[in-house]
């Protein structure tokens, strides 16, 4: 694809990859190209999936995921990198031609397609049970986004080890106060959840106790939040939309 067919922000970081050839093999994903790609294509997190696709920038980023050397990193180092790849491989897999619509398309794009992942060819399905929550940190359910319109919303800036916590925290914090993902009836005692509390409420659970009482220092509700401390809520689950959150 010609140089030029690519927006501005872009040329420059094409032009420094093609000045100074690839990368090494133990190269961890440049997060500044990473970046650059979010905030072109990612608003509200709503996907412009046709900025990515022929794009030597997101490819690269793909080969980098594939190479990066994870034997030395630390706990946080890991949660950056596979947060990262799994976002990036979650895109990969919509400009391939896989979706998580249907039951049969969920199967394809979670668990039969592969990808390499640190020398390792693993699906998502892999990479986050295998690889992610084994980390034991519940708010990677809040910024990791299998581009689906009831996941949570893909953040415009990638996950990285200076920020790390208060990324996290942000993430859970909008994703647990959106009304369109979880709903707070303090008046009938009832909260309407989003799926991802039902599928992985034992990671809550092992966090803080109990599901409410994970959630209720994240909830900006006062009067939601002390009856969460109280465990005082009956919870139901809203359904989850499998629809794409973006355009392809």
């Known amino acids: 694809m010609p140089l030029l067919m690519f927006r501005p922000e872009f040329r420059t970081l094409i ?8 990368y090494p093999a133990t190269a961890e994903p440049d997060l500044v190209a990473w970046n650059s790609l979010l905030r072109a294509a990612v608003s509200e997190g709503y996907v412009d999936y046709t900025l990515w696709d022929d794009n030597p920038l997101f490819d690269s980023l ?13 706990r946080e180092e890991k949660l950056v990198f596979y947060i990262n ?7 990969k897999g919509i400009l391939d031609g896989s979706s998580p619509g249907g ?3 969920r199967f394809v794009y979670f668990k039969r397609d592969k990808y390499n992942v640190a020398g390792e060819r693993i699906s998502l399905h892999q990479l986050e049970h295998e690889r992610l929550r084994p980390l ?4 990677i359910h809040f910024a990791i986004v ?3 319109r009831s996941c949570p919303l893909l953040q415009s800036e990638a996950f990285t080890l200076e920020k790390l916590d208060e990324q996290l925290d ?37 966090a803080a106790g109990s599901l409410q009482a994970y959630l209720a220092p994240f909830v900006e509700n006062e009067k939601a939040k002390a009856l969460l401390e109280q465990e005082a809520f009956d919870m ?3 359904d989850y939309d499998w629809n794409l959150n973006g355009v392809r």
């Not at 790849?85 to 895109?91: D, G, R, V």
């Not at 034991?136 to 708010?139: A, C, F, G, L």
């Open 15 to 22: 032009l420094l990859a093609l000045l100074f050839g690839t």
């Open 62 to 74: 793909v080969e980098q995921v594939a190479a990066t050397d994870t034997s030395a990193m630390s």
């Open 85 to 91: 790849a799994y976002n990036i491989l979650a895109a």
């Open 103 to 105: 039951l049969l398309g």
């Open 136 to 139: 034991k940190e519940p708010r």
């Open 146 to 148: 299998c581009a689906s």
């Open 170 to 206: 942000s993430a859970a914090t909008g994703f647990i106060n959106d009304p369109q993902r979880n709903r707070f009836d303090t008046g009938e005692r009832r909260a309407e959840l989003s799926r991802i509390f039902d599928w992985f409420e034992g990671d809550f659970a092992e």
């Open 236 to 238: 139901d689950y809203i």
